[in-house]
């Protein structure tokens, strides 16, 4: 490996801090060419993403789209297929997995290369006879190839050693920036989730003192209970407050959870209390449930009397008694029937009302 002056390694660590000023995706590009460009004097600098195969997939970013254009890379593709051994590069590092940079000039003479594809149906229009690479295996489904060109002098020792040094902080910048993306999409994802989330969990000592709220835990109760929340006093509601007290009395103390339910309209709420009777603080776990009804049925691309009618399939009721309930005769029952069973893609009514339930549990997340 050559060795660095002092301007060399200056030079190096400026560029490694620019890699990793930042994590997200979207400045990934400037990052990394910045830091390349910096080092090395070049002509235009290339990241190309590779499958599981080694075969070519596409330009990831490059440092001058006007001259490495789609069209460009088209025509890049059809070499790759075509003559993958016009470049070396390719089997050596992607095939072989070399660690570090090499060179065209490794390989075959300039005057060699010049007489190849890839270099008159490619390389010839960016001015890149001489080319210095180095992969990154970033997981085992992709790989990232640095292609850096220029046209008129070769890649120095020096050249070679700065690059070799910057791999694996290029590895880590890539992977980091997309592992950043990934755990940024969770949290979009999660907060997402929050914001529908039915479930909470309340941590409570024996007179119904509410101790902790993972969150949500109030708002569930405001919305089933007659007299609301906690929130002002502290304290649950009366009537889970009564429920409470009467389980923690039971003797012997159930080890199972024990539920509570309460009805709303369109919403059961349900408490279950997992008792605790050696520390005194015991925990409630509130889930809300989805109920079956008319407004829900119409997101399956139901009219507004077919989701009435599938309800009322779904409470066990017979055509003659939904035609009664719907104030409409047992004929057009069965039309709205068979109307159902067509877009649901189903042939009996078992079958639509197993897609009713499909659809509740996902309106419970």
Known sequence: ???????????????????HSDLTAGSLAA???????????????????????DKFVENSWNSDPTVLTPEMYERFA??????????PLIHELLEKKHKGALKISDFVSDSDFRRTRMYNDFLIDVEGAHMMGLVLPISPE????????????????????LLTLLEPHLISAVRNSLEYSRL???????????????????????DGNVLFDSGGGAR?????????????????????????????????????????????????LKIALVPDSASGRHNLILRERQKLSP???????????????????????????IAVLLSISTRTVHKHIEHIFRKLGVETRTGAVRCAIDLLEAAEL
């Not at 009366?238 to 009467?246: I, T």
Request: hydrophobic letters at 35%; aromatic letters at 6%; a negative charge.
């Open 1 to 19: 490996m050559w060795s660095l002056n002092s301007d060399d390694t200056a030079n190096l660590l400026l560029a490694i801090s620019g890699l």
């Open 31 to 53: 990052r990394t060419l910045s830091s390349v460009q910096s080092l090395l004097s070049n002509d235009f600098t290339a990241f190309d993403k590779f499958s599981v195969t």
């Open 78 to 87: 059809i070499v790759m297929a075509e003559c993958p051994h016009d470049n």
């Open 142 to 161: 992709m790989t990232i190839s640095c292609a850096i060109n220029r046209g008129r002098l070769d890649f120095s020792e020096r050249d070679r050693t």
């Open 184 to 206: 940024c999409e969770k949290e979009i994802l999660l907060e997402s989730l929050l914001e529908r989330v039915t479930r909470a969990r309340l941590v409570v000592d024996g």
């Open 220 to 268: 569930l109760l405001r919305e089933h209970s007659e007299d609301g929340g906690y929130e002002s006093a502290g304290q649950l509601p009366l009537a889970v407050r009564a429920w409470l007290r009467a389980r923690l009395s039971e003797s012997p103390l159930y080890d199972k959870p024990t539920d509570m339910t309460l009805d709303g309209a369109e919403r059961t």
């Open 295 to 321: 407004r829900l049925l119409h997101s399956l691309n139901l009219t507004q009397r077919e989701s009435e009618v599938l309800y009322w399939i779904s409470e066990g009721k017979t055509d003659e008694v």
